[in-house]
């Protein structure tokens, strides 16, 4: 940890400002462009500041789990690729990109926003896989936040493919998509000192002390959370980022619209 | 002769972008030089940068580049280790540097101390570059005026190519900014740069910083960050140069290229090949 | 000759459209962008930097790797699945030995040239823009080369000689198909990548290179206007 950034940021956070200029609370401005790749199913092209993610959603047939043979999967992976931030390398994934999977799966999938019984065309044999890719194209922080807000984008407008003799011909989409039942918005919370932020730099997560994640629905539910960092936090601080992270869900899911 | 200066044509004008692979000049009459190459009758350039047109010769000052560690450069290093004999920087190039013993500092350094009361992991040091081998082996030294271990403030990373225009003629650019924003500020000739102020100042500065490396290639580029500068402070700025003492330039004033490594003259010159002796020479016997 | 109008309309030496950027990755040293048709190509360079392990190190000259991606969704058809494959490390092979003979790393011995590309979506010639991509951000990061590399897929369709063949094309069950993706240095018309699947005669080999010729010097100079464009758009932003 860069002990001498961490000063300069704790600093500039007492004047109630950040490096970049922005307010605690105030997020990067979002771009959303839906449906922009031809092979995917389902995408999203999503910008926050510098941080720049491709999201894209593809449909498999397969057999369902044995302990759920109605329902279809659901199935996010987030990878973090060395071109986009020179801290990456290649290999398998590590934890970060782990985290950072499995916390945008669980934001979809605990919303239960979408009805896994629905994937399914014949039970114990056949049902929809549903696979969401987050790859960033350039990595300035707060991948889970946008990772997860780009899956929703790419999710919504996301169609199935026809069904010729049984086998998925991706080149023929039908007009029937994934219904929606809410809309999950994960926002991430971080510790500096004593002050809350949302929406990190890459250089504001690596002087973050802790880290709270909370996705969150449209009637203010929480339906997943996330705690990292090294520091712990005590109930009201937790209490504090619950806020936040709901207050801050609820403009983003405007961007939706 | 004289048909073949006829056929010469310039394609580019002088301040224009150029890439490589692009053709900039056809005909004998043009010569190339750095950043371009001659193939047949073709000058090319082989570096995306500026064009600079010195009467028939064409050369490039790169847009973009990666620092390369160059002796008598003063640069902002990263202690990355800490070893027997000294230090090792970071660069923020693809050669570390080692800082030894005894150029780190004017003190005496007892055998056994705790480097790290000196320089730790992770902190910063304006040094100095005083050689560089042949395979890239870099050693500094922090013995000069204005080298010392920075303490607080922010570094951030401009692209060296930029490096000069940061600076300016003389230092007249990072004196514009200090004065606007009456903040610290260290310009590495590797492209690494320390700022220290109110926070509001640095922002300020750091985007005087990168307004300066995107229009680095346009003319005029001084004139502009006086004005961008006098409308953000409300202050009125005067381009002036760096006074001497604050110059990092420490080149030996009559720099006549690397210092070959030899005897300095004041001893005696070789003798002759044939072996006559040297008489009349103003270098004879040794200097008083 | 069975094809004789392509199934897009176009003309037998006619691309599909390119679409050319350069600076589209901050956090990269230098970053391209070649789109062609719906071939996408993002591509980012990190370096010169220090090369680990010490073993691999040239000492007279820095190394050039490249690393070829396609993101999970970016197939014509199922899902690819992420990590490296058999095919990605053959053409991240062949995309370092088709940019390697421009490259001048004379001056930076020990060192490496990382080159990534990320490709979102893929409809056939996807190594190709790969290099086109590549060559740009190369320039970007101010990397000292005597040219960029330009490169497109070439070949014959049931008997028609034509450049830049889509996926259909590629395809086609109706008739002999040859995929041939060639990269070329534009000022000197060297070839640096040359594969080939299918079948044709030595003859038909000769056409389809002969007429793509001037494809190469399109490809080119829609590279260079994407490095002037990045500069250009600085300046524009100035007068406003």
Redesign the interface.
């Known amino acids: 940890m860069d002990n001498a950034l961490k000063e300069h940021i704790n600093q500039a956070l007492q004047k109630g400002i950040r490096l970049d200029g922005r307010k605690l609370d105030e997020f990067r401005p979002v771009t959303i462009e839906t449906g922009t ?4 199913e389902g ?1 999203a092209h999503i910008t926050c500041g ?1 941080t ?1 993610v ?1 999201v ?3 449909f ?1 047939l397969g057999t369902p789990y044995s302990d759920r043979p109605d329902e279809g999967a659901l199935m996010v ?1 987030a ?1 973090l ?6 801290k990456f390398e ?1 290999g ?1 994934p590590k934890i970060d990109s782990i985290e950072a999977s499995r916390v945008i799966d669980r934001s979809i999938r605990e919303s239960k926003t979408i009805d896994e019984k629905s994937l399914c065309l014949k039970v114990g044999e056949k049902v929809w896989k549903v ?1 969401v ?1 987050v ?1 960033p ?4 922080g707060n991948l889970i936040d946008i990772g997860g807000l780009g899956a929703i984008a790419a999710l919504k407008t996301a169609r199935f493919p026809k069904l010729v003799d049984d086998q998925p011909d ?2 023929q989409l039908t007009k029937d998509g994934l219904k929606l039942s809410c809309i999950p918005i994960p926002v991430t919370v971080v510790k500096i000192g004593k002050n809350f932020l949302i929406d990190p730099t890459w250089d504001e997560m690596s002087v973050a002390d802790a880290r709270l994640t909370v996705t969150s629905l449209e009637d203010g539910k929480l339906c997943a959370m996330q705690k990292g960092g090294d520091a712990p936090l005590t109930i009201e601080e937790i209490d504090s980022m619950v806020d936040l992270a709901v207050k801050t869900a609820k403009e983003l899911r405007k961007k939706l619209k | 002769m004289t048909e073949a200066k006829e056929k010469s044509t310039l394609h580019v004008k002088d301040h224009d ?1 150029v ?5 900039l000049a056809e005909g004998m009459e043009y010569l190339p030089s750095q950043g371009t ?1 001659r ?1 047949e009758d ?1 000058i ?1 350039a ?4 500026l064009l600079i047109l010195e009467g028939k010769v064409l050369k490039t000052i ?5 620092y ?1 560690p160059k002796k008598y450069d003063v640069i902002i290093g990263k202690v990355i280790d800490i070893l027997m004999t000294g230090w090792r920087l970071d660069t923020n ?4 540097a080692v800082l030894p013993l005894k150029d780190a500092t004017f003190d005496y350094i007892k055998k056994g101390t705790d480097l790290t009361a000196y320089f730790n992991l992770d902190e910063y040091v304006v040094c100095k570059i005083f050689q560089v081998t042949s ?2 082996l870099v050693d500094v030294s922090m013995k000069g005026p204005g080298l010392r271990k920075l303490q607080g403030g922010r570094i951030i990373k401009v ?1 060296a ?1 930029k490096v000069p225009r940061l600076i300016g003629k003389r230092g007249s650019m990072v004196m514009m900014i200090k004065s606007a924003t009456d903040i610290q500020l260290i310009v590495g000739q590797n492209g690494l740069v320390w700022l220290n102020g109110e926070p509001e100042k640095e922002m300020l500065a750091i985007e005087a910083i990168r307004k300066i490396e ?2 680095a ?2 003319p005029g580029l001084t004139e ?1 960050m006086k004005k961008w500068l006098e409308q953000k402070t409300g202050k009125k700025i005067e381009i002036q140069e760096m006074p001497e003492e604050e110059s990092y330039d420490h080149r030996p004033s009559r720099y006549n290229g690397p210092r070959r490594d030899g005897p300095r003259h004041g001893g005696q010159h070789e003798p002759r090949r044939d072996g006559r002796p040297r008489r009349n020479s103003p270098f004879r016997g040794s200097r008083r | 000759m069975a094809y004789k109008k392509r199934h897009d309309g176009r003309k037998p030496t006619e691309t599909r459209t390119i679409t050319a950027k350069a600076g ?7 970053s391209g962008y070649f789109k062609i048709g ?1 071939t996408e190509a ?3 360079v ?6 680990h392990p010490r073993n691999k190190q040239n ?1 007279k000259q ?1 190394l050039l790797r490249c ?1 070829y ?1 396609m ?9 690819v699945r ?3 494959s058999r095919r990605s490390k053959e053409i991240s092979m062949v995309m370092e030995k088709a940019l390697t003979p ?1 490259a ?1 790393l004379s ?6 040239v ?1 080159v ?3 490709l ?4 056939a010639g996807s190594r190709c823009a790969a290099i086109s991509a590549a060559s740009i951000a190369m ?10 590399v330009a490169a497109v897929a070439v070949g014959m369709v049931d008997g028609l000689a034509v450049v830049d063949l889509d996926y259909e094309e590629e395809a086609w069950k109706e008739g002999d198909v040859a995929d041939i993706p060639v990269a070329m ?4 018309d060297e070839i640096t990548l040359l594969q080939m699947d299918g079948r044709l005669s030595k003859e038909e080999l000769a056409k389809a290179l002969e007429q793509s010729l001037p494809t190469f010097q399109q490809i ?1 100079e829609a ?2 206007n994407a ?2 464009q990045r ?2 758009d ?2 524009k932003s ?1 007068k406003e």
């Open positions: 790749l031809s092979t995917a995408s510098a720049d491709m894209g959603i593809k498999e992976n990878e690729r060395p071109m986009s931030n020179p290649l398998p696979n890719d790859c194209l350039n990595h300035d991706y080149h | 972008v890439v490589p692979g692009e053709v190459y193939k073709k090319y082989n570096q995306t940068g790169p847009l973009a580049s990666v390369l190039s693809p050669y570390s395979q890239n692209n190519a995107r229009e290639h346009v502009r | 589209i990755i901050p956090k990269a040293d230098g719906n993002f591509a980012a990190y370096g010169p930097h220090e090369l000492p820095g690393t991606n993101m999970p969704f970016s197939g014509q058809g199922n899902r992420p990590g490296p421009v001048d001056e930076c011995p020990n060192a490496v990382d990534f590309v990320e979102p979506q893929t409809d320039a970007d990061a101010g990397i000292r080369m005597r040219d960029m240095i534009p000022s000197t080119a590279q260079r490095i002037k500069y250009a600085a300046a100035i």
